[in-house]
């Protein structure tokens, strides 16, 4: 027998035992489809966090009392004991970084109320910025300026609207020189940014922005704040930035020398490598539910091949008697038990492409399906299928031919 024969005995075997087929695939076909899921998931919002979430620029770093992304308990609490972060900081930071090219100081509450007329909206993002912020937060105006020193050294009631705010609270009116509210507080609108879409499903436009200063006099100076940096390049230009602000940073918060910085300086790497090893944890723990799938659905693929030797060993007992030998009819049950696998695998690789793009579909979660992954989730099913059909296919090769014949059901 050669091997298109044996793939064609295990297909013929596959169609004549639907159900049955159905039920030895299920395990294999749900382990390669929840890592072709998983792994389909984790490419698309890699990518997606690369590009849109932490999309800083290469030149770009953060200055915070605490990380931006806490990963354990020691590190939030080791944060809340640090000074907060201060305008004055920022100035002095402003006044001291030649190698920056653009310095801004960012403060933000969530879900603030903005109201124009009588129409509201309850779960907008209020920003506080200074000018800086714009050019580094690569931020394009549809129409209308983006904020000025004047506006903050004034404490101006002036406002910046995301394109959401315009669109939902002023349909077919120009939105310039309109009053809004912002937790009823009364801001003229002098800009409308362009639109940035959603990320994640959470659009990125419905927010409203104010000096820095004018948000001090409404929400409190007793938040920290976040400057952000723009260095005049990567590499060097970036690592002697980030150390001049340190220098700056230590010798006000009075940290002493071979102490560690009692704040954050995080650049755009800095995010990814976190992300990178949080989803890889993700990942290795999607692959060991998958492994057990795996394993679950070997077994069921050996007992149904158990069967299968049983319900065929007068026809080994007839091939054997026509000449063929015990590592032919090993092969030949290896080959089966590899092609039941192997389709249980395609099958799991569709299933999980399918699950992958409608919920993406659903809720605008991004996927990317990879060679890769599919190789890896066809190669994995054709090793289980070899492996556990190995018991079945030996049990068949030892068989007597004698005894084989004389065999009845």
């Known amino acids: 027998m050669n091997t298109l024969e044996a793939i064609r005995i295990a297909l013929q075997s596959l169609w004549a035992n639907k159900l049955r087929s159905v039920l030895t695939l299920l395990g294999v076909m749900i382990a390669v489809a929840t890592l072709i899921a998983v792994e389909t998931f984790v490419n698309g919002i890699n990518g997606y966090v690369a590009e849109k979430i932490f999309n800083l620029g290469a030149d770009v770093f953060i200055v915070s009392k605490a990380p931006n992304v806490i990963t354990n308990v020691d590190q939030y609490l080791d944060s809340e004991k640090r000074k907060d972060i201060h305008y004055d900081d920022f100035l002095a930071i402003q006044e001291a970084c030649t190698a920056c090219k653009n310095i801004g100081a960012a403060a933000r509450q969530e879900n603030v109320k903005v109201k124009y007329n009588e129409q509201n909206s309850n779960d907008s993002a209020a920003r506080g910025w200074t000018p800086g912020m714009a050019p580094i937060y690569d931020l ?7 904020l000025t020193d004047s506006d903050v050294n004034a404490g101006s009631n002036v406002a910046i609207i995301g394109s959401d705010i315009a669109e939902n609270l002023m349909p077919g009116v120009d939105p310039m020189g309109k009053e809004i509210r912002v937790d009823g507080q009364v801001y003229s609108v002098i800009g409308v940014a362009k639109p940035k879409g959603k990320t994640l499903g959470q659009s990125q436009d419905n927010w409203v922005m104010i000096p820095l200063t004018s948000w001090f006099k409404q929400y409190g100076a007793q938040k920290s704040l976040h400057i952000w940096a723009k260095a005049d390049g990567v590499g060097a230009p970036l690592e002697k930035a980030i150390d001049q602000v340190r220098v700056v940073m230590r010798s006000r918060r009075h940290d002493a020398p071979g102490k560690p910085d009692s704040f954050e300086a995080e650049t755009n790497q800095s995010f990814l490598s976190i992300w990178a090893s949080l989803s890889g944890s993700f990942f290795l723990v999607a692959v060991a539910l998958a492994s057990i799938s795996l394993v679950v659905g070997g077994v069921v693929i050996m007992n149904i091949m158990l069967v299968s030797v049983t319900e065929r060993t007068r026809e080994i007992g007839i091939r054997k008697a026509l000449g063929a030998r015990s590592g032919d009819i090993l092969m030949q049950f290896l080959i089966e038990s590899s092609t039941l696998s ?57 068989l007597d031919p004698i005894q084989a014949l004389r065999f009845e059901l």
């Open 342 to 398: 192997l389709v249980g695998g395609a099958i799991g690789v569709v299933m999980g492409i399918i699950v992958a793009k409608t919920v993406t579909i659903m809720i605008g979660m991004p996927t990317e399906v990879k060679l890769w992954t599919v190789l890896v989730g066809v190669l994995m099913a054709g090793i289980v299928g070899v492996f556990f059909g190995v018991y079945p296919a030996r049990q068949a090769a030892k």
């Open 140 to 146: 394009d105006m549809q129409s209308g300026r983006t």
